[in-house]
């Protein structure tokens, strides 16, 4: 539709054709969704890819092996992440983060907590023991929880970006990696 005709319709003018305004909106929505749907397409007609770069920059992709093997709990516990018997999940967190905090109390009350079959561990970004362990007694959290104070672990994953959860296979390959802003994070679990 050229622009001089898109015009006349939503001008009303269509050539001694007298369209009601109600019966006009319809077509100005339909072109203006074609429109659209041109920004989302590349030249070859396929889909773009645009929409779904991640929000910050990543260093790891789903297939790849998981950057950590293991990781020491606040608790001084030994999480073997290169367990070839157990899936696993790792949660990037920290505590001052609201959508971290929803994401470990929604995980709390999950049924991931008390699956012998995942290997799962929760790392606080930037923080010291003392915090993590005072912010899981005053919130009651049973996930187990590693702190990471200068960030060496979380920069093997992201350049920014909390909460995320990493889903790992048995082999040690990632299988999702996301950034788990917002409701209903635990959806985001793919296995």
Known sequence: MS???FIRLRLNQTDGIKMKPSRTLPYVLFFASLLL???????SGKISLESQKPKYEEFVK???ALPIESVITIDGEKVDLANPEKKKLVVLF???CSDSNRALKALNQSAILNDDS???VAIAREEKEEVVKAWRDKNGIKVPLAADPDRSIYKKFA???IPRLITVAKDGKI????LAEGENQLK???W
Not at 37 to 43: E, G, H, L, R, W
Not at 175 to 178: A, D, G, L, Y
């Open 37 to 43: 749907n041109a920004c989302v397409t590349s030249q």
């Open 188 to 190: 985001l679990i793919q």
């Open 159 to 161: 350049a920014a970006g």
């Open 175 to 178: 299988i999702k990696m996301n």
């Open 118 to 120: 995942i290997e799962l």
């Open 3 to 5: 622009r001089e005709m």
């Open 94 to 96: 920290a505590t001052w």
């Open 62 to 64: 789903s297939g790849e």
